[in-house]
Structure formats: C-alpha cells, structure tokens
C-alpha cells in the first residue's frame, strides 16, 4: 500500500502520530514455479528487444558454487559484490553499443525519496541525539573534575590538620621543659624556636610615653591654633564688646583714607598716565 510506513522510520513519529499507527506485517511466499517463469520470460524478452529496454542480465555462474559455507555471511556478500560488477561491466559495453548514454551529467536534479519534512525531523533527531551525548559528556567531566576537587580538598585538611598537630606538640614539649626539665641542649633548641624580641625603645620617649619632638609639635599648635576647646559663637558680641568703641573710625567706615584724594581721575587721563 502506499500509506505503508517502514518500521525503521517509525521512531521519526512523533508520540502521536506512532500513536495512531497499527501494525500489518506482510507475508511471504517462496513460489519458485512463478519465479521461473518470470525468468523465461524475461530471457526471451531479453533476446528479442534492446538492452536499454529492459536492462537485464543473467550471470553465467551461479553463485552457490563458489559459497561453500551459507552461513558465511562475508564470502555471501563477496560473491554477490562480485557478481554485481561484472553485471555492470557487461552493461556499460552493451549501451556503448547502443550509444545510450549512461552517465548522469553534472546539472542533474534528483529528487529526493523522502520529503524534506521527513529529512527536517531526522536532522532535528540526530542534533537533539549529538547535543544530548554532549551534555552527558560535560556532566561525566564535571563529576570527576569534583570528585578530583574533593580528594585534593581532603588532602589540604589533613595535611594542614597534621601541621597544626605538630606544632602543638612542640609547644607542649617546650612547656614541659620550661616546668623543670633537666634536659639543657634540647631546651635551647625549642626556645630557639620561640625567640621573639621586643622592640627597643626610641631614646626621645618622655615619661609620659610620648617622644619630645610630638610635645614641642603639640605646643607649637597650641600656640598657633589656640587649646582647642569650644569654637562654635567665639565671634559673636555682648554686651561688653559692642560697647567697646576704642577702635572705632568713621572714615574707616565710610572708606576714606587719610591723605589720599578721594576723586578718580577719568578713562583719559588714566590712558595718559598709563603711557607715560
């Protein structure tokens, strides 16, 4: 039938689609007495038409002379291989003699067997089936770059864990020789490793703790910048100081000048006075 879909191409469906489909298988019959007569006719058909006609060719030996095990599938398909080129061998001198041309030139369109949507859900599979492989392949990689990590991780504890044993073993060891120990090399060896000096202290440190040259510092602002204290209205006037008038000018006010003539001179005089 020509709705008949083949069974490997089921797996291109979609659930729906395979869902809707059932399945038919056809049957087979060995029916040799048909297939000999087919073969009559087409060996008389054979020598009494063209070649480009029907294009058919009997093989002068038969194959299962040279399979001696059936079972053999690789001497099978070899024996047939070979059949198959010396049938077209055969072909091609026979359509030289007909001058029918063969080959297929280099503008030749063939049209596909399947549709291209059916060719669009094969590509779509096979990307899906690429892009899923490599996923499963980063994630496998990634699980063993953690796995790696957490064996490096555990070893960093332990050795860090080993580390600080021994440090504390020192230590205790060094207490225990500290209480009384009567042993004198070894305990010089381990306060060897404790040896820590202070620094001294700079000659300029005053009783107070501060160096002499920080106090003359300080007292150099005091004595610029006053003791600190409140500033915030240190400028503002009461009673007293705005009845203090020791210090006050009326032409200071009024922006006179003794001895200086009040008038300016005009532009041209100044330009005058100016190029002189």
């Known amino acids: 039938m020509e709705d008949d879909i083949a069974f490997s191409d089921v797996e291109s469906l979609s659930s729906m689609e395979e869902a809707t489909l059932t399945s038919r298988q056809r049957l087979t019959i060995n029916n040799i007495p048909a297939l000999l007569a087919a073969h009559d006719v087409l060996g008389q058909a054979s020598n009494q038409t063209d070649f480009s006609d029907h294009q058919c060719l009997i093989a002068e030996t038969a194959t299962h002379d040279s399979i001696l095990d059936i079972n053999d599938d690789l001497t099978r398909e070899l024996a047939l291989y070979k059949q198959c080129l010396d049938a077209c061998i055969e072909a091609r001198g026979l359509l030289r003699n007909e001058k029918v041309s063969f080959t297929r030139p280099t503008d030749y369109f063939a049209e596909m067997l399947k549709s ?10 096979m990307h899906h089936d690429a892009a899923h492989r490599k996923a499963a392949a980063e994630a496998k990689k990634q699980r063993e770059l953690k796995k790696f990590g957490k064996q490096v991780q555990v070893a960093k504890l332990q050795e860090r864990d080993r580390e600080k044993r021994a440090t504390l073993d020192r230590i205790q060891l060094l207490k225990r020789k500290r209480r009384g120990s009567g042993i004198t090399g070894e305990t010089t060896q381990e306060e060897d490793l404790f ?18 040259s920080s106090i003359g510092q300080k007292q150099r602002k005091d004595a610029k910048y006053g003791h600190g204290g409140k500033k915030r209205f240190g400028k503002s ?40």
């Open 195 to 212: 040896d820590v000096s202070l620094q001294e202290p700079s000659k300029d440190v005053g009783r107070g703790g501060s160096s002499r």
């Open 116 to 125: 291209d949507e059916h060719m669009d859900k094969i590509h779509d599979r």
């Open 237 to 276: 006037g009461d009673a007293v100081s705005s009845g203090d008038l020791r210090n006050y000018s009326v032409s200071r006010m009024k922006g006179k000048r003794f001895g200086v003539s009040q008038n300016r001179l005009g532009k041209t005089k100044r330009a005058k006075n100016d190029k002189m």
